[in-house]
């Protein structure tokens, strides 16, 4: 903002007001002037932006913030996708760290579904989807032509957007897993692993007592849990969550938000949520797409309270979406 | 590169509320100023009726802060704000804050007034009364100004203003203590002129603090306790 455009404000807001505003005093006295003073009113002026919607973002270069960091698990480098002959995502560079919550926010379309199934190569599936650049855990290149996608989807695993259990018996849904992979050698074994994967995922105490019914029963919010003591069953390095809660009420969103801390102690976790005031609450670091670019990645603290960007500060203040 | 804008809300109500805390923030900072030039005036000129009218004024103020606290919390809780609407709405509830310190200040002021009207004796200390109440009430009104356009640079010049204040406070306590030695019977008189000084460094810390806020919502840094 330059001197020159609020010298204008500037005068007309500090033009007293033209008549003293307590009357009594000069009404009192027979003084020539009123020496009380008038109340001066000021107009809140806001200086003239451009508005946030009319934000040009070809004029985004790079990203902004903290993308990178010393004790990452997953490193992605220049990451482009496409669908076909459309472009999803731009040249995306981030590191999630160890035992870490990455919110990723946005508005609709802006690529952040799209990337978060890049890690663990849910886009092998969606015919016409190329997936260029690095994206590594650990060092190891998960597109590795010789990487075998079945294990690493154990190693990475994943929660829908809707509760989306087998139509099997709980105790299945959660033992399909392990049992597929080989994980456990004996029945006792995997009742152990059963049982912990569902006290990990708070569903425990509410079904310890029907184990053998079928998960498809349960209430939406205890299915989503059930879907992420699947996910933990099979001991992943990593969560990728896509919008775990939309389909949940408050409590039970609650109850997941509140499992996801926990679970950060022990796995790393990416989550892609609408909502911001999630967000805001669960995650360590938060980062804003649009367009299919990643314009900024910060401290989550940092982007709710003073954003670097501007396209995230529009977002997240609710100018657009 | 400031970017303050609190308009192009989706929810078009946002718009109109933050709005509205502003315009009412700015009307409780109108009032308050008024509050101050009366409130030195009634000192400077011995009118006992203006000091009485200052005392009556300042119920409106601490009504305003209560309306003005209520609209932010019902905001926070209605919308949520975050990023620069949130600095907006915590800078607003601290502002009001503030505000309604130097009202009281003010009030103290026009107390002591009306003693000193009563009283009779020499006008020590009305000089530098009125001119640190100058000092004062210019920088009042400049915070104020800079809060209503969001000019950062304007607060941080008005900011350094009140290291003068601070420098007139101390240099008129060592004259009207010069003073009280010299003449021990003005004493008590002189004390209430010590006080409305002293209310005035204070309604300069609380300006001061004004200007740190409208940083604080422009910026998101917060310079408090700065050296």
Redesign the interface.
Known sequence: ?S?AD?AK??KA??KPAAKP??K??SK?KSKPKA?????????????K?K???NLDIADHQETVGKSFSDNAKMTMRNINVYYGDKQAIYDVSIDIAKNEVMAMIGPSGCGKSTFLRTLNRMNDTVEGCRVEGDICMDGENLYAPKLDVVELRARVGMVFQKPNPFPKSIYENVAYGPKIHGLADSRVDLDEIVENSLRKASLWEEVKERLHQPGTGLSGGQQQRLCIARAIAVSPEVILMDEPCSALDPIATAKIEELIEELSENFTIAIVTHS??QA?RVSHRTAYFHLGKLIEVNPTEQV????QH?L???Y?????? | ???????????KQ?DEEL?EI??R???M???V??Q???AV?AVT?A?S??AE?VISGDQSIDNMEVDIDEACILIIAR?????????LVMMVTKAVNDLERIGDEAKKIANHAIILAEQSGSAEGYTEVRHMGASVTRML?NA??A?????V??AMSTLEEDKQVDLEYKTALRELVTYMMEDPRSISRVINVLWVIRSLERIGDHAKNLCEQIVFVVK??DIRHQK
């Open positions: 903002m001197p609020t404000p500037a807001a500090s505003a307590v009594a005093a009192a020496k009380t003073a008038a109340i001066k009113t000021r107009k809140a002026v806001a200086p932006i508005a946030a919607q911001m005031q805001a709710f309270t003073m954003p501007q995230t500060e529009a997240i203040t609710g100018r657009f979406g | 590169m400031a970017k303050m804008s609190f308009e192009n809300h989706i929810m946002f709005e502003r315009t923030l700015m009307e900072g109108g009032k100023e008024q101050l030039q009366n005036t000129d009118d009726k203006l009218e919308r949520q704000p975050a990023a620069s609407d949130l600095r009104a104020l100004d809060f209503a356009r969001f000019d640079d304007a998101g840094k």
